[in-house]
Nanobody, 132 residues
Framework: QVQLVESGGGLVQAGGSLRLSCAYS????????MGWFRQAPGKEREFVAA????????YYADSVKGRFTISRDDAKNTVYLQMNSLKPEDTAVYYC?????????????????????????WGQGTQVTVTT
């Protein structure tokens, strides 16, 4: 069974850094667009970052732009989220997700990848807690 498994979460002070990893267990990783989402207590899940393919386009939520970086290593079937200058408001469970397939002609990768319902496969989540 194909799975996504996140790791790298933890407790960090404000201003610190963490790198999340998400490993894909299948054999077609390079064909998937990958995204990171997060859900804070009492809030809905929200888009954080996404990449449509290696060397392709990346997208970020305004709240993390300039601080977070998504990257992927197709040889390792892994996507990463480097999180710098962390803030207490970044505290959440972070999920990675995979989206297979292309987009329709005239469609927008940005619209597709910021929509959680476009994704086919989800990891179990990893907790990130940022303290003051």
């Amino acid at each position: 069974q194909v799975q996504l498994v996140e790791s790298g979460g933890g407790l960090v002070q404000a201003g610190g850094s963490l790198r999340l990893s998400c490993a894909y267990s299948g054999r077609t990783f390079s064909s998937y667009a990958m995204g990171w989402f997060r859900q804070a207590p009492g809030k809905e899940r929200e888009f954080v970052a996404a990449n449509n393919w290696s060397g392709g386009s990346t997208y970020y939520a305004d709240s993390v732009k300039g601080r977070f970086t998504i990257s992927r290593d197709d040889a390792k079937n892994t996507v990463y989220l480097q999180m710098n200058s962390l803030k207490p408001e970044d505290t959440a469970v972070y999920y990675c997700a995979a989206r297979g397939g292309s987009i329709r002609d005239g469609g927008s990768w940005y619209i597709a990848l910021t929509n959680e319902y476009e994704y086919d496969l989800w990891g179990q989540g990893t907790q990130v807690t940022v303290t003051t």
